[in-house]
């Protein structure tokens, strides 16, 4: 079956500008998270959905940051008033009762 | 704080060796811990998931243990081969949260 998409695979913005990144998780998982990974560094942790259950956000890094998902389908992962620090690749993963997590490509975001 | 540790240097192995990398972690009491494969520009698939009362898992060519004494998890890759050669990323899961807490990886390099 389809795995997780991502969409855009590639973002390239200006410096100030709001930018909106799409996760669409296998249908059925329950668990969304989303990632940052910069170069050559570690996953770090943004935000976690369960169910109808409220959203972890303990890893969102600021308030520029904000996440929706409608039910258990689309997530959307907002950054505003871009950074150059936020340059990175946001990766998106769903699994089935927080057991292993399904990932997708990723957002390469690059801004400038 | 919590931490986890993964060797920073990248593992140069010839093929047909067998690899070990290595997680070690503190101020945490996993209930479960995850080993996850990572190519350049791609999502980390997941391969293995071994609980805290486990001892040791396998799966075809790979074995990890889960030290809880030791706060240690040892990843190993029997008869390496060049295929085998990405990042390979532990990541812990405690107690009531469905959070997962990723280390930063240690690249492994098989030659033929």
């Known amino acids: 079956g389809a795995g997780v998409s991502q969409s855009p695979s590639n973002k390239v913005t200006e410096k100030g500008k709001d930018v909106e990144l799409r996760c669409d998780p296998i249908?059925?998982?329950?668990?969304l998270y989303w990632y940052r990974q910069r170069l050559g560094q570690g996953l770090e942790f943004l935000i976690y959905?369960?169910?109808?259950?409220?959203?972890?956000k303990s890893g969102l890094p600021s308030d520029r940051f904000s996440a929706e998902r409608t039910g258990e389908s689309v997530s959307t992962l907002t950054i505003q008033r871009t950074q150059q620090e936020d340059s990175a690749v946001y990766l998106c993963?769903?699994?089935?009762?927080?057991?292993?997590?399904?990932f997708g490509p990723g957002t390469r975001l690059t801004v400038t | 704080s919590q931490k986890i540790e993964q060797n920073s240097e990248a593992l140069n192995i010839q093929e047909g060796k067998t690899a070990t990398l290595t997680c070690n972690y503190t101020n945490y009491s996993p209930a479960y811990l995850q080993w996850y494969r990572q190519d350049p520009g791609r999502g980390p698939v997941f391969l293995l998931l071994?609980?805290?009362?486990?001892k040791e898992k396998r799966k075809e060519r790979l074995k990890v243990t889960f030290d809880t004494t030791l706060k240690q998890s040892l990843f190993h890759i029997t008869a390496s081969q060049p295929a085998d050669s990405a990042t390979y990323l532990c990541a812990l899961k405690g107690y009531n949260t469905d959070k997962l807490i990723f280390g930063t990886g240690t690249r492994l390099q098989v030659f033929p």
């Open positions: 959905f369960q169910g109808n259950s409220a959203p972890d």
């Open positions: 993963a769903s699994s089935l009762y927080s057991y292993e997590q399904y």
């Open positions: 249908s059925g998982h329950t668990a």
């Open positions: 071994i609980r805290e009362n486990e």
